[in-house]
T-cell receptor, first 111, second 113 residues
Framework: GENVEQHPSTLSVQEGDSAVIKCTYS??????FPWYKQELGKRPQLIID?????GEKKDQRIAVTLNKTAKHFSLHITETQPEDSAVYFC??????????FGQGTTLQVKP | GAGVSQSPRYKVAKRGQDVALRCDPI?????LFWYQQALGQGPEFLTY????????KSGLPSDRFFAERPEGSVSTLKIQRTQQEDSAVYLC???????????FGPGTRLTVT
Protein backbone atom coordinates (compact mmCIF):
# COMPACT_ATOMS: atom_id res chain seq x y z
CA GLY A 1 0.00 0.00 0.00
CA GLU A 2 0.94 3.65 0.18
CA ASN A 3 3.95 4.27 2.40
CA VAL A 4 6.42 7.07 3.16
CA GLU A 5 9.70 6.33 4.91
CA GLN A 6 11.54 9.22 6.61
CA HIS A 7 15.11 9.37 7.91
CA PRO A 8 16.69 10.13 10.28
CA SER A 9 14.26 9.94 13.20
CA THR A 10 16.39 12.37 15.21
CA LEU A 11 18.96 14.92 14.08
CA SER A 12 21.14 17.15 16.23
CA VAL A 13 23.19 19.96 14.64
CA GLN A 14 25.11 23.02 15.80
CA GLU A 15 23.62 26.42 15.11
CA GLY A 16 24.72 27.57 11.68
CA ASP A 17 25.18 24.07 10.28
CA SER A 18 22.96 22.52 7.61
CA ALA A 19 20.33 19.82 8.20
CA VAL A 20 19.07 17.30 5.67
CA ILE A 21 16.02 15.05 6.05
CA LYS A 22 15.22 12.37 3.47
CA CYS A 23 12.00 10.62 2.47
CA THR A 24 11.08 7.86 0.05
CA TYR A 25 7.58 7.06 -1.13
CA SER A 26 6.00 3.96 -2.62
CA UNK A 27 3.05 5.24 -4.68
CA UNK A 28 4.36 6.20 -8.12
CA UNK A 29 1.14 8.19 -8.74
CA UNK A 30 2.06 10.67 -5.99
CA UNK A 31 2.53 14.15 -7.43
CA UNK A 32 2.56 16.54 -4.45
CA PHE A 33 5.12 16.53 -1.64
CA PRO A 34 4.69 18.97 1.29
CA TRP A 35 6.87 19.38 4.36
CA TYR A 36 5.39 20.32 7.72
CA LYS A 37 7.01 21.66 10.87
CA GLN A 38 5.33 20.80 14.17
CA GLU A 39 6.34 22.31 17.48
CA LEU A 40 5.38 20.55 20.69
CA GLY A 41 1.63 20.72 21.26
CA LYS A 42 1.06 22.82 18.14
CA ARG A 43 -0.52 22.22 14.74
CA PRO A 44 1.57 21.10 11.74
CA GLN A 45 2.65 24.16 9.73
CA LEU A 46 3.37 23.92 6.00
CA ILE A 47 6.91 25.20 5.38
CA ILE A 48 7.53 24.24 1.77
CA ASP A 49 6.09 21.96 -0.88
CA UNK A 50 6.99 20.68 -4.33
CA UNK A 51 5.02 19.22 -7.20
CA UNK A 52 6.15 16.45 -9.49
CA UNK A 53 6.85 18.69 -12.49
CA UNK A 54 9.68 20.43 -10.60
CA GLY A 55 13.01 19.01 -9.39
CA GLU A 56 13.94 21.62 -6.83
CA LYS A 57 12.35 24.52 -4.96
CA LYS A 58 13.94 27.02 -2.61
CA ASP A 59 12.57 29.51 -0.09
CA GLN A 60 15.25 31.47 1.78
CA ARG A 61 17.06 28.95 4.03
CA ILE A 62 14.83 26.03 3.08
CA ALA A 63 15.00 23.93 -0.07
CA VAL A 64 13.36 20.72 -1.25
CA THR A 65 14.61 18.37 -3.98
CA LEU A 66 12.61 15.66 -5.74
CA ASN A 67 13.84 12.64 -7.69
CA LYS A 68 10.76 11.02 -9.22
CA THR A 69 12.70 8.16 -10.75
CA ALA A 70 14.06 7.10 -7.38
CA LYS A 71 10.82 8.15 -5.58
CA HIS A 72 12.90 10.16 -3.19
CA PHE A 73 12.66 13.74 -1.86
CA SER A 74 14.67 15.71 0.67
CA LEU A 75 14.44 18.81 2.85
CA HIS A 76 17.53 20.98 3.24
CA ILE A 77 17.80 23.67 5.91
CA THR A 78 20.87 25.90 5.79
CA GLU A 79 22.26 28.20 8.50
CA THR A 80 20.13 26.50 11.14
CA GLN A 81 18.88 28.53 14.10
CA PRO A 82 17.59 27.37 17.52
CA GLU A 83 14.04 28.28 16.46
CA ASP A 84 14.30 25.64 13.72
CA SER A 85 14.14 23.00 16.49
CA ALA A 86 10.91 21.02 16.00
CA VAL A 87 9.55 17.81 14.49
CA TYR A 88 9.51 17.80 10.69
CA PHE A 89 7.17 15.60 8.65
CA CYS A 90 7.31 14.84 4.97
CA UNK A 91 4.21 13.71 3.12
CA UNK A 92 3.16 12.50 -0.31
CA UNK A 93 -0.18 12.47 -2.07
CA UNK A 94 -2.04 12.13 -5.34
CA UNK A 95 -4.55 14.62 -6.73
CA UNK A 96 -7.12 13.79 -4.04
CA UNK A 97 -5.07 15.43 -1.33
CA UNK A 98 -4.99 12.39 0.98
CA UNK A 99 -1.63 12.96 2.65
CA UNK A 100 0.54 9.99 3.57
CA PHE A 101 2.99 11.17 6.23
CA GLY A 102 6.45 9.98 7.17
CA GLN A 103 7.25 9.09 10.75
CA GLY A 104 8.82 12.45 11.55
CA THR A 105 12.30 13.79 12.30
CA THR A 106 13.06 15.54 15.58
CA LEU A 107 15.55 18.30 14.79
CA GLN A 108 17.54 19.83 17.62
CA VAL A 109 19.65 22.89 16.88
CA LYS A 110 22.17 23.54 19.62
CA PRO A 111 23.14 27.18 20.26
CA GLY B 1 -8.52 35.59 7.66
CA ALA B 2 -9.20 33.06 10.39
CA GLY B 3 -7.50 29.70 10.16
CA VAL B 4 -8.93 26.25 10.77
CA SER B 5 -10.41 25.94 14.25
CA GLN B 6 -11.33 22.85 16.25
CA SER B 7 -13.29 22.26 19.42
CA PRO B 8 -12.96 21.13 22.06
CA ARG B 9 -9.17 21.43 22.31
CA TYR B 10 -9.08 18.74 25.00
CA LYS B 11 -11.54 15.97 25.74
CA VAL B 12 -11.42 13.32 28.45
CA ALA B 13 -13.89 10.48 28.00
CA LYS B 14 -14.54 7.38 30.02
CA ARG B 15 -14.26 4.15 28.08
CA GLY B 16 -17.57 3.43 26.39
CA GLN B 17 -18.69 7.05 26.10
CA ASP B 18 -19.48 8.71 22.77
CA VAL B 19 -17.61 11.86 21.73
CA ALA B 20 -18.10 14.47 19.00
CA LEU B 21 -15.25 16.60 17.69
CA ARG B 22 -15.89 19.72 15.63
CA CYS B 23 -13.90 21.31 12.82
CA ASP B 24 -14.46 24.77 11.31
CA PRO B 25 -12.49 25.00 8.06
CA ILE B 26 -11.21 28.15 6.40
CA UNK B 27 -14.12 29.89 4.70
CA UNK B 28 -14.44 28.86 1.06
CA UNK B 29 -12.27 25.78 1.36
CA UNK B 30 -13.90 22.94 -0.55
CA UNK B 31 -11.85 20.03 0.79
CA LEU B 32 -11.74 18.90 4.41
CA PHE B 33 -9.63 16.14 5.90
CA TRP B 34 -9.47 14.36 9.26
CA TYR B 35 -6.24 12.82 10.54
CA GLN B 36 -5.36 10.93 13.72
CA GLN B 37 -1.98 11.56 15.33
CA ALA B 38 -0.76 9.17 18.02
CA LEU B 39 1.97 10.35 20.39
CA GLY B 40 5.32 10.53 18.62
CA GLN B 41 3.89 9.54 15.24
CA GLY B 42 2.98 11.25 12.01
CA PRO B 43 -0.65 12.07 11.27
CA GLU B 44 -2.64 9.22 9.71
CA PHE B 45 -5.45 9.84 7.25
CA LEU B 46 -8.98 9.07 8.42
CA THR B 47 -11.43 10.55 5.93
CA TYR B 48 -11.93 13.27 3.30
CA UNK B 49 -14.81 15.48 2.15
CA UNK B 50 -15.27 17.53 -0.97
CA UNK B 51 -18.05 19.96 -0.08
CA UNK B 52 -20.65 17.76 1.66
CA UNK B 53 -19.66 14.55 -0.10
CA UNK B 54 -17.50 12.07 1.82
CA UNK B 55 -15.24 10.80 -0.97
CA UNK B 56 -12.87 8.61 1.01
CA LYS B 57 -13.34 7.02 4.42
CA SER B 58 -10.78 4.28 3.99
CA GLY B 59 -8.75 5.40 7.02
CA LEU B 60 -11.53 5.17 9.61
CA PRO B 61 -10.28 2.44 11.98
CA SER B 62 -13.66 0.89 12.77
CA ASP B 63 -17.39 1.37 12.36
CA ARG B 64 -17.35 3.23 15.68
CA PHE B 65 -15.94 6.21 13.78
CA PHE B 66 -18.29 8.40 11.77
CA ALA B 67 -17.78 11.77 10.10
CA GLU B 68 -20.16 14.20 8.48
CA ARG B 69 -20.17 17.60 6.78
CA PRO B 70 -23.85 18.15 6.01
CA GLU B 71 -23.67 21.70 4.61
CA GLY B 72 -20.21 21.54 3.11
CA SER B 73 -18.63 23.69 5.81
CA VAL B 74 -18.38 22.58 9.46
CA SER B 75 -17.51 18.93 9.99
CA THR B 76 -18.00 16.63 12.97
CA LEU B 77 -16.07 13.47 13.75
CA LYS B 78 -17.99 11.17 16.06
CA ILE B 79 -16.53 8.24 17.94
CA GLN B 80 -18.95 5.84 19.56
CA ARG B 81 -18.15 3.61 22.53
CA THR B 82 -14.66 5.03 22.91
CA GLN B 83 -11.76 2.68 23.65
CA GLN B 84 -8.35 3.41 25.17
CA GLU B 85 -6.68 2.93 21.78
CA ASP B 86 -8.72 5.90 20.48
CA SER B 87 -6.59 8.23 22.63
CA ALA B 88 -4.78 10.54 20.20
CA VAL B 89 -4.80 14.03 18.75
CA TYR B 90 -7.44 14.41 16.03
CA LEU B 91 -6.40 16.94 13.41
CA CYS B 92 -8.61 18.59 10.83
CA UNK B 93 -7.23 20.22 7.69
CA UNK B 94 -8.84 22.15 4.86
CA UNK B 95 -7.75 23.15 1.38
CA UNK B 96 -9.11 25.36 -1.38
CA UNK B 97 -9.44 22.36 -3.69
CA UNK B 98 -8.37 18.74 -3.78
CA UNK B 99 -4.62 18.53 -4.24
CA UNK B 100 -4.01 22.08 -2.98
CA UNK B 101 -2.10 23.07 0.15
CA UNK B 102 -3.68 21.81 3.36
CA UNK B 103 -3.91 24.00 6.45
CA PHE B 104 -4.27 22.28 9.78
CA GLY B 105 -6.31 23.13 12.84
CA PRO B 106 -4.82 22.97 16.37
CA GLY B 107 -6.28 19.51 16.96
CA THR B 108 -8.39 17.93 19.68
CA ARG B 109 -6.48 15.86 22.19
CA LEU B 110 -8.72 12.94 23.19
CA THR B 111 -7.86 10.93 26.27
CA VAL B 112 -9.93 7.83 27.01
CA THR B 113 -9.66 6.62 30.60
Amino acid sequence: GENVEQHPSTLSVQEGDSAVIKCTYSDSASNYFPWYKQELGKRPQLIIDIRSNVGEKKDQRIAVTLNKTAKHFSLHITETQPEDSAVYFCAACRNTGKLIFGQGTTLQVKP
Amino acid sequence: GAGVSQSPRYKVAKRGQDVALRCDPISGHVSLFWYQQALGQGPEFLTYFQNEAQLDKSGLPSDRFFAERPEGSVSTLKIQRTQQEDSAVYLCASSLASGAEQYFGPGTRLTVT
